[in-house]
């Protein structure tokens, strides 16, 4: 069955340092998501990816944050400059399509970030 | 702004009894509803979703839920609990906006069952 998959499974990094975390969709899927879970709390959307650009965003996915789709099947969140707050496990999801039947999304099984 | 409301941190349930993991939500025009189900140090699991039509939908490993539009509700059931079923479950909303689609999800129900 196929997946959507993620590396690494956890990353520790110092405060300041900027991280990547990556995502390999499902390979016939269009629209991309990262997710992102903070120890204990609910799952909070971050940002939404289709056609090579960002299609929506949320409030938590300010500058230092940014996405990419370097080739055909990796999809990258970078983090500039973390910070403490920003621990949490990253989802990466992936969907066929926007409207229906296709509009469930897929998730990977996450990276830890923990930043010290 | 859409939301999804789960009023239960918790639910416990004898192995073999029915279950309920209760879902309610706000959303303008359609809402586009699914439940979700993490194991522990694992990823969200997709386990079913309703887009329209039979407002009793069914899904993964037996369970099923049930859309009511005038209560806004989407609760969880399966009729006979199964210990391998702990795990925290989420409800999330989607409301086609013909852009982003992002789900915004409930804070967690953990469902324990005994034995």
């Known amino acids: 069955e196929p997946e959507v998959t993620q590396t690494p499974s956890h990353q520790v990094t110092q405060m300041g340092q900027e991280v990547i975390l990556r995502c390999v969709p499902i390979s016939n899927h269009l629209y991309f998501y990262w997710y992102r879970q903070i120890l204990g709390q609910k799952v909070e959307f971050l940002v939404s990816?289709?056609?090579?650009?960002?299609?929506?965003k949320s409030e938590i996915f300010d500058d230092q944050f940014s996405v990419e789709r370097p080739d055909g099947s990796n999809f990258t969140l970078k983090i500039r400059s973390t910070k403490l707050e920003d621990s949490a496990m990253y989802f990466c999801?992936?969907?066929?399509?926007?409207?229906?039947?296709?509009?469930?999304?897929?998730f990977g099984q996450g990276t830890r970030l923990t930043v010290v | 702004a859409q939301s999804v409301a789960q009023p239960e941190d918790q639910v416990n349930v004898a192995e073999g009894n029915p279950l309920t993991v209760k879902c309610t939500y706000s959303v303008s025009g359609n809402p586009y509803l699914f439940w979700y189900v993490q194991y522990p140090n694992r990823g969200l699991q997709f386990l079913l979703k309703y887009i329209t039509g039979d407002n009793l939908v069914k899904g993964s490993y037996g369970f099923e839920a049930e859309f009511n539009k005038s209560q806004t509700s989407f609760h969880l059931k399966k009729p006979s609990a199964l210990v391998s079923d702990s795990a925290l479950y989420f409800c999330?909303?989607?409301?086609?906006?013909?852009?982003?689609?992002?789900?915004?999800f409930g804070t967690g129900t953990q469902l324990k069952v005994e034995l």
């Open positions: 999330a909303v989607r409301a086609f906006t013909g852009g982003g689609n992002k789900l915004t």
């Open positions: 999801a992936s969907s066929e399509k926007a409207g229906p039947p296709g509009t469930e999304a897929f």
């Open positions: 990816f289709y056609n090579n650009e960002i299609s929506e």
